[in-house]
């Protein structure tokens, strides 16, 4: 979902996407990520969004809730909410699940909380997104969704559409408010 995101993001000739991702966190610090990954997609840093024009959050869900890493990384953005360095911001979510009935909805709601305390401007989909109004997999006005399912289904083309439309709407929002 991410790399259709930032597909639509790239569509904007003005904007580059950065994508970035949050190493696991447990309660027992011994099981602690290292601080670099090894391979493929780089940890997300706090500098990152002070540096960001817009924010596009995505989290697989967990009982109707934003995954542990994610909500870790958010905790440590005092500063960031003290200095008031993303008021005015866009951004906007997006998720996926192992179930239909996973909370899709209460994921995006939950990623959306701590944007707002940030003073962001958050963005959805509008149903002018035809996927919206064809779907039969997921893509919610909150923001695009998917449901992998054990083995991990492909996107549908709706969730595509869904993906790109969210990445070129925060893009264009960015370069709206620059």
């Known amino acids: 979902m991410a790399e259709q995101i930032c597909r639509g993001i790239d569509a904007n ?7 970035r991702c949050l190493p696991s966190v447990s309660a027992r610090s011994e099981q602690m990520e290292p601080p670099i990954p090894q391979s493929g997609v ?8 002070e540096d ?4 596009i959050v995505g989290s697989p869900g967990y009982f109707g809730n934003m995954a542990a890493p ?13 200095s008031g360095k993303l008021i005015g911001k866009p951004a906007g979510v997006f998720t ?11 994921v995006l709601l939950s990623m959306m909380l701590p944007l707002l ?17 064809q779907t039969t997999t997921g893509a919610t006005p909150y923001g695009p969704s998917h449901v992998a399912g054990l083995s991990g289904t492909a996107l549908s083309n709706d969730e595509i559409a869904a993906c790109q439309t969210l990445g070129k709407r925060i893009a264009t929002l960015a370069m709206q408010l620059n």
């Open 13 to 19: 000739p003005d904007c580059e996407a950065m994508e």
């Open 42 to 49: 780089a940890y997300a840093e706090i500098d990152d969004l």
């Open 52 to 55: 960001c024009d817009g924010l």
């Open 70 to 82: 994610l909500k870790y990384f958010f905790d440590q953005t005092s500063q960031l909410w003290l």
């Open 96 to 106: 996926s699940t192992s179930s239909l009935h996973g909370g899709q909805e209460s």
């Open 117 to 133: 305390h940030h003073g962001m401007l958050i963005s959805g989909i509008p149903y002018s997104e035809a996927a919206l109004n």
